[in-house]
């Protein structure tokens, strides 16, 4: 698949926008008007430094408002064509981008518009370029794809084609099936772009709200599949508009850009397959998308991850948080025999501490890495190489087990473990004498979930990371409101509940002055949860080893009895041990919190029948006192 | 008018929004029950706090969810409400809104909820309690205003009322006439919000988007006028979902809160005089609003301001300013004879120099301060501080003139002027010998707009400082795109386009670590725009001078003359004096950009035939170069 990106995904001028998409491996792009009329390079300039860079350009875009019009203004029309038509030819172009007309259409008439195409068509091949005519979802006359594509067998002319765009037809809901039955020959650019299915005007939802395939509802597989069906070769490129993109380092933005094409890649050969014609060879698996000439490549092929292996914490001064594990009844099992880290854990629930140097002011202590359970951490590390996750160097003696890991979007450090039907880990005997699991005399327990703040730039790069890398699936999102304004809350997990993660993007209150890019963790706390089998039981040995619980306010209790009417001891339970507590169809939950360590703490939960949710009629209470202990002077926190 | 706020519409605990609303001035607060519940603060706590900030606890809310319930449901919601009921006594409230229901009503018989809303209002009799039955915009089978009133009346309790909240009514375009049929002791509660018109699903629209009044485009004093008509007399009180206002400063909001109510009150009154019934007496000017039992009070009056008096730019090292004015063709009109201040001037476009104390290492040249034209700046100041802006101290020696001036909500200061009919300014005597206007030789000029960046948690409060202290009118905002994102452009503007000001909401580059409260300034560029006559005279002049033009890319001549087929001879001269250019129905737009020092840059236009705009196609052009020469190290800015 040749893939391709419009210069108005990234921030940045022409030029960086062009180094990043060379450097994130695009093999072409498309120039949008803007970018090179506000450029110092002139055209020539652009098409060398394309050349040199290795990409190809492969579309000049947006030409607007051509047809449909009156024939003086369609005489300018033509003027302004061929003076961007002789642009091309200086840029060493051959495609461009037209537009149905939005804002100076007023003749309705396609036979008229067909005319007026075939004049465009002929100028076209006059200057050898070929034009590619986009329905826009809210053109006057014209905004259904179908519709432009029978002007364009209309007119029938060798330099006027289609372009299809996903998002113009998706956020019609349009059936993409029709597309199999175009020439591949009059298909003459294809755009991808993603997007949350927002209830709001077309216009709006498409200039501000894009995003890149995998980070959005829309069924872009399946669209890519009719497409690929078709015949169609040519670039597959992103046309993204999107407000935090248009703000976020280009290099990064580039990178994000690419791994979602290569996620769709895969994503339209699996779909090819599974939906492959019953005329095809049943015996070859991947007959679905080896009868199509557009070569589809794919990945080394993950299951999703079994579990979580462990979470690590890094602190210069490890003594809050070996305190309060102790407390919650984790067992100190050891210091590694070569590396200045702790182990500690509670059954299957295990918990690195890893002691910075304390000699250097580092930061409070903070979730600096996870290890996941996967059937094999070479493939998997292989394919989130391959989906240009960053590497990250593990360093390790002899004889020890060595992790491959990468660094997620927020720099959490993800690694991937070998897993074990019996839910221990292989490494923990570079720790002290082994592990007994469970734990004589204590309970079981299991990561449950890991709560990560995101920072605002990276939150859809980081949604499409962990589905493409670890093959998490996202689910809908949920807003918190919390003292310092709504928490943006996003659930990614596996199917069988092993793995939770939530993805958080934290706001921060804007005190005039206030720093809110290094701001943003301090005040936003992460987590661990733990799942465990009895819930008052862990609750009760914690609170006599002398736990510092997240305090629950009084007035919570009254309203959780207002709301479900509970058996007056229970309340009492609650009430006693600050557990707070959710229902639902499903089941029950129960659960409470530590006070933080640094920008860290702890959560247990038990949950009770089919109960799938996190207690989120809970969390504003949690951000309330957190708030309040972190916006208290004196407190510790 | 008695004034209120909901405690959602803050960021911070409950005790720190009671405390903002104290100080702003509010008259009393609804509690929004999430902030009870979330609260260290037990009941009686709030209810003693309430009385010693002198607020007054008007409304609990929301109770939700209550009617069109099989009866089994309606037990239980009776029991829930029952429990709220009780902790409001110890509240020491008398009044809770209660929702239509939106997530479990499964019956639509208006006998049956009518019967159910009885139970409830009987229920709240026995404790004291009267419920505000509110139709929710996307209740499910009441949604409307007046369908929820027809309730209240066939139920026809003492305990049971109407409330009428602004958003529901006028997000779906819903007639305001038929409030004033309502009786007085019918309507418990009033709500305003104001909002932007969005094409998008209600729902996301109020959890988001809402504004204070002023601050969007809702016929709010149309909306109060009615009310006041049907008697009301109880709290008008704000209820403002906005995902900024929840993460901006607690008390910085409360005043903008406090400042839209003030204003609104105002704007009410006038728009009853203005729709006075006809049998009222002519000769009484307020008749429209002394008819009715409300009493609003009013502001000192201004009339828009006559022009910019001024524009002031401070700078620890004028050398770069004076050498720019100078090739501009600015005249040194001489130093203050007390103060460290320069005057220069064209015709009666003034700038005046700022030096900062050059030991203390201050920020690069910025625009500090405005002046503008107005027929009494006492009247104007006492209006200003009447409306909580923040009065700013005008060190003055006797017998010099002295300015009334306050902080605008991005800290730029505004001075109040006397305008004079001839455009000159009397203060200008206390530098040098005096001025002649126009200078000999030289052009007069104006100001013709003046550009200011605003951080984003201000804006709204921006538009609303301007609306309601200096009576300038919004328009339509505008986003222009730029390599650091969109730059979103609000005009502010008086009717005669005097005075405009535009106010940007600017984008910063979001590079990991980097600090983008900082940032914010230094990349984007403040400036000030001055007309004059003959726009390509004043270009001549100044490159004889040696003036560092911004310097406008090829491909923009290019585009322009594909896009506006121009006369060659004028274009060369357009490229030759990188002047840019625009065109619409009313007229045509000259203007030339300088180079930037610190964070601000001059701009000089001419405005032929009824040009309105700013050249907003060309804005892309500026920020690319502006960008360019900011990202290039070692260039100078």
């Not at 299915?197 to 077309?202: A, F, H, P, T």
């Not at 597989?221 to 069906?229: D, N, Q, S």
């Not at 280009?250 to 939906?275: F, G, H, P, Y």
């Not at 058996?567 to 499903?586: G, H, I, K």
Request: with cysteine; glycine share 8%; proline share 5%.
């Amino acid at each position: 698949m040749r893939t391709g990106i419009a210069t108005v995904c990234l921030s940045g001028t022409l030029k960086e926008k062009m180094q990043a998409c060379a450097i994130a491996g695009f093999d072409g792009i498309e120039i949008f008007e803007q970018d090179l009329v506000t450029s110092s390079l002139s055209p020539e300039d652009i098409r060398k430094m394309a050349a040199d860079l290795g990409l190809t350009l492969d579309l000049y875009q947006p030409f607007r408002d051509f047809d449909s019009v009156p024939e003086d203004l369609l005489a300018a029309n033509l003027r302004r064509a061929e003076a961007k038509f002789k642009l091309m030819s200086r840029l060493g172009m051959d495609t461009i981008l037209v537009c149905t007309n939005v804002g100076t259409a007023t003749i309705d008439d396609d036979s008229l518009r067909a005319e007026q195409l075939a004049r465009l068509a002929g100028l076209a091949g006059d200057h050898g370029v070929k034009v590619a005519y986009e329905a826009l979802a809210w053109g006057k006359y014209v905004n259904d794809y179908e519709h432009a594509h029978r002007l364009v067998q209309t007119v029938d002319h060798p330099n006027l084609g289609t372009c299809l765009d996903s998002f113009h037809i998706l956020s019609r809901d349009w059936d993409t099936t029709p597309i199999e039955g175009f020439s591949a020959d009059k298909i003459f650019f294809v755009q991808v772009a993603d997007a949350p299915k927002l209830s709001m005007d077309v216009l709006s939802w498409s200039r501000h709200y894009r995003v890149f395939p995998g980070e959005g509802q829309f069924e872009l597989a399946k669209f890519m599949g009719h497409v690929v069906r078709a015949g169609y070769t040519g670039p597959v490129s992103l046309e993204v508009f999107n407000d935090v993109f248009r703000q976020s380092d280009v290099e990064r933005t580039a990178v994000d850009a690419m791994r979602s094409l290569i996620w769709l890649e895969e994503q339209s050969a699996k779909w090819l397959d599974a939906n492959a014609p019953a005329s095809a060879d049943p015996a070859a698996g991947t007959a679905g998308r080896r009868r199509y000439p557009m070569e589809l490549a794919t990945l080394p092929q993950v299951a999703e991850p079994a579990g979580f292996n462990f979470a690590e914490v890094k602190a210069t001064d490890p003594a809050g948080l070996e305190k309060v594990l102790g407390q919650l009844g984790f067992e100190f099992n050891g210091r590694h025999r070569t590396k200045d880290v702790q182990l500690w854990s509670m059954g299957h629930a295990r918990v690195i501490i890893n002691e910075q140097d304390p000699g250097v002011t580092g930061p409070a202590p903070a979730i600096a890495a996870l290890g996941f359970d996967v059937d094999s951490p070479v493939i998997a590390a292989a394919r989130a190489q391959q989906l240009k996750a960053p590497a990250v160097p593990r360093k390790s003696q002899a004889d020890e087990e060595v992790f491959q890991g990468f660094a997620a979007p927020d720099s959490t450090e993800v690694f991937l473990c070998q897993g074990s039907p019996d839910g221990t880990a292989a490494w923990t005997r570079e720790f002290g004498e082994g592990l007994e699991v469970p734990p004589a005399g204590g309970q079981n327990a299991v990561i449950d979930h890991v709560n990560l703040a995101q920072p605002w730039q990276h939150f859809d790069e980081a949604v499409l990371f962990y589905t493409s890398a670890l093959a998490l699936e996202p689910q809908p999102f949920a807003e918190v409101p919390s003292p310092s304004g709504l928490v943006r809350s996003q659930v990614m997990l596996t199917a069988d509940r092993a793995v939770r993660l939530v993805l958080n993007l934290a706001p921060v209150i804007q005190q005039d002055g206030a720093d809110s890019g290094t701001a943003h963790r301090k005040t936003y706390q992460e987590h661990i949860a733990f799942a465990v089998d009895d819930l008052v039981e862990t609750a009760r040995g914690a609170r006599d080893r002398g736990l510092d619980f997240l305090q629950i306010p009084a007035n919570y209790y009254e309203d959780l009895d207002a709301r479900f009417d509970l058996d007056p001891a229970f309340l009492a339970t609650l009430r006693e041990l600050n557990l707070l507590y959710d229902r639902d169809a499903d089941g029950e939950f129960l659960h409470f919190y530590t006070a933080t360590i640094g920008s860290v703490f702890f959560e247990m939960v038990e949950r009770r029948g089919g109960y799938d949710g996190y207690g989120a009629p809970n969390a504003p209470v949690r951000h309330a006192v957190q708030y309040d202990h972190l916006h208290q002077p004196g407190r510790s926190t």
